[in-house]
């Protein structure tokens, strides 16, 4: 086992844990509670049982598990595994096993006493992501009532109080992490463009200072994106006897393999600049960092329940995030870290960023309560509760959806979704997809819609030339709109048989063919779900004309998506039929400039307007149909 600032203090924390029910756990980043912490219990004897170990996201529950197993030489899935959403590498024998939180939410839905475990660890608990805030009052429960069960809540940051007076003054331990100096560095005047000045800073990095690499942190993909692109144009650009500087990308939608490519050890020729999310912050550890460079952003979801949607916002970052980031040049040896922002600036920033639970839709959070039995949403054991706001227009959305019944108790319906891994509207849709006998291609759509950025945006260049080869595609739908669209690139993409000629066709139409690559994986995943899930489902498709099926799918996603309709006004906007609000069809979609009575779309988001994206025409009988209230209150009724 490695020498890391955590094994100085083993022998405390194993008495500690011994001891303890509960024990928080706070240690900067790279001090090894991740890795570490999971292998001391198991040889604490205690591994007989599983431990689970959580993690707010699927790249480090993969790259720990990898990382555990090589330190214990055993073979990843055996003793060593991890489950994540649409992947699962464990088995029966795994005695350590790490799982993003959805998947210990689920665990625990199918089994609440999770008996199959001796421990369980949530990682990451400063994350504040709803998931690991369910676990947690779950978990309060939970070990009340099992006396065999160990938990430990593992933090980065200091405020570990909170968890603390949360499971009644639980134990909280330090580990005193490695940490050389960092100096900070800030800029006199603010910048308009961030990735310029990113760009121009690791420029001075590259060529001024001494070897090791380079972490910079910008708010999304796009920025990310675009900084790569910079920096790829200036290589071969350097002097002579100046290495390479070799820039990889890091976010969450960008596929497992390229994520990893940041691990791998270059040739001292080179030099690498990792450009990446707040991904980096704090749950993956990469060797080697010198030079952050903070960009002083991030994009956070926020839920606006008063219109019903979901917008994803870029934002100043917390005091805590700005520390998290210096911290990560630190780590080996003394580090710098540029600050892309004012210290005045940074005075004004607040101390720690807002829970997720406190700005996001909690229908889901909502729907797995209810599944686990839970009567009285409002009482609940919340480590933050949510306002009242947010719980009463989750409330609303579950009953439309048919998950809630008039007394607000779940239905079989609403039990069936609580287990799929998908956002309730999501799910329902699968299920009513059953019910129609097209869950075939339905489970097509949802797979490319699970998938971020399959269709990409082109260049505005190239745009007039890209829509002309798109336009077979738009016309196979027979003019269904988008979800159809996506199928119609999925059915093609299928019937090409070599890679090469896949590859050439998705460089011509502008997708993204690693991204349409993992579509059969995902939706092989997702059938299996629906498997476990269904009694009896028929299979109406091969009756049915192809227009029939698609519109038997259009009115499968109106069921969960009814919310998400539209009227047309004047001027080629529409009214949203929940709120009245203006929208416009984005200029990315099919149905761009054409004009339909109504319209369904799964994607809201605001940038200098309203716009929806994943367009389709409805006609308003379905609607009717399928949801009044929603054309009712549209003309002034007074449902519900
Ligand atoms: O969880 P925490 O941030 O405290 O540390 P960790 O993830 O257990 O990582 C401990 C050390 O193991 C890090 O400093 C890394 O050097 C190393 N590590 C690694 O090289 N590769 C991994 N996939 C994970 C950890
Ligand atoms: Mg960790």
């Known amino acids: 086992m490695q020498q890391l600032p955590i094994t100085d203090v083993r022998h405390i924390l194993e008495k500690k844990f011994a001891k303890n029910k509960v024990t928080i756990l706070v240690g900067e980043t790279g001090s090894g509670k991740s890795t570490q912490v999971p292998q001391f219990i198991k040889d604490m004897g205690y591994g007989k049982e599983r431990i689970a170990i959580t993690q707010p996201r699927r790249v480090a529950a993969i790259n720990l598990a990898k990382r555990v197993a090589e330190e214990t030489n055993s073979k990843l899935g055996l003793a060593v595994g991890y489950s994540v959403r649409f992947q699962n590498m464990s088995g029966p024998n795994t005695r350590i096993k790490f799982l993003t939180d959805g998947m210990l939410l689920r665990e625990l839905l199918l089994k609440p006493s999770l008996d199959q475990y001796s421990t369980v660890i949530l990682d990451e608990a400063h994350e504040r992501t709803v998931t690991t805030d369910l676990l947690m009052g779950f978990l309060k429960d939970l070990v009340a009532k099992r006396s065999n069960l160990r938990l430990i809540v593992m933090s980065a940051t200091l405020d570990a109080d909170r968890f603390s007076r949360f499971f009644d003054g639980a134990e909280v331990l330090y580990v005193q992490g490695r940490r050389f100096p960092v100096q900070r560095y800030y800029l006199s005047r603010p910048v308009e463009d961030v990735v310029d000045a990113c760009v121009r800073t690791a420029i001075q990095i590259h060529v001024g200072e001494p070897t090791g690499d380079i972490l910079a942190f910008l708010a999304g993909q796009e920025d990310i994106d675009k900084a790569k692109d910079l920096l790829d144009g200036l290589s071969g650009g350097f002097q002579k006897g100046v290495p390479e500087l070799v820039a990889l990308p890091l976010y969450a939608a960008l596929p497992p393999q390229q994520q990893m490519r940041v691990f791998e050890k270059l040739p001292n020729s080179q030099r690498k600049i990792i450009l990446a999310t707040n991904i980096a912050e704090t749950s993956l550890t990469v060797s080697g960092v010198r030079y952050v460079i903070d960009g002083g952003t991030h994009k956070v979801k926020v839920w606006r329940h008063d219109l019903g949607l979901d917008s994803l916002l870029t934002m100043p970052i917390s005091k805590s995030n700005a520390a998290q980031r210096m911290g990560r040049a630190g780590r080996e040896a003394a580090g710098k870290v540029y600050r892309l922002y004012t210290e005045p600036d940074y005075e004004t920033l607040r101390g720690q960023s807002e829970p997720e639970i406190e700005r996001c839709d909690v229908a889901f959070p909502i729907l797995t309560l209810k599944s686990a039995g839970v009567i009285d949403i409002i009482g609940w054991n919340w480590l933050e509760r949510p306002n009242k706001g947010a719980i009463m227009s989750a409330l609303t959305q579950l009953y439309v959806l048919k998950a809630l019944d008039d007394d607000g108790a779940i239905t079989d319906f609403g039990l069936k979704m609580a287990l799929l891994p998908l956002s309730p509207r999501f799910s329902a849709v699968l299920l009513r997809s059953q019910e129609r006998g097209v869950e075939s291609p339905v489970l097509d759509i949802v797979s490319c819609l699970s998938i971020e950025n399959l269709v990409m945006n082109p260049h505005p260049d190239k745009r007039d030339e890209v829509n002309e080869k798109r336009l077979p595609f738009v016309a196979a739908s027979g003019g269904m709109g988008d979800l159809i669209t996506l199928r119609s690139y999925l059915l093609h993409f299928r019937s090409l048989e070599t890679a090469e000629e896949k590859r050439d066709w998705c460089k011509e139409v502008h997708i993204n063919y690693r991204a349409i690559s993992n579509v059969e994986d995902v939706r092989k995943q997702l059938e299996r779900y629906l498997k476990s899930n269904a009694n009896g489902t028929t299979n109406n498709e091969s009756k049915l004309t192809n227009?029939?099926?698609?519109?038997?799918?259009?009115?499968?996603?109106?069921?969960?998506?009814?919310?998400?309709?539209?009227?047309?006004?004047?001027?080629?906007?529409?009214?949203?039929?929940?709120?009245?609000?203006?929208?416009?069809?984005?200029?990315?979609?099919?149905?761009?400039?054409?004009?339909?009575?109504?319209?369904?779309?799964?994607?809201?988001?605001?940038?200098?307007?309203?716009?929806?994206?994943?367009?389709?025409?409805?006609?308003?009988?379905?609607?009717?149909k399928i949801a009044p209230h929603y054309l009712g209150r549209m003309f002034g009724g007074s449902e519900e």
């Open 547 to 624: 227009s029939e099926i698609n519109e038997s799918i259009i009115k499968c996603f109106l069921s969960g998506f009814a919310a998400n309709t539209a009227l047309m006004i004047p001027g080629k906007q529409y009214s949203t039929t929940a709120g009245g609000q203006t929208i416009n069809i984005h200029p990315s979609s099919s149905m761009f400039g054409k004009k339909a009575p109504a319209i369904m779309y799964t994607e809201f988001i605001y940038t200098t307007k309203a716009y929806a994206r994943n367009v389709s025409p409805i006609e308003l009988e379905w609607l009717q």
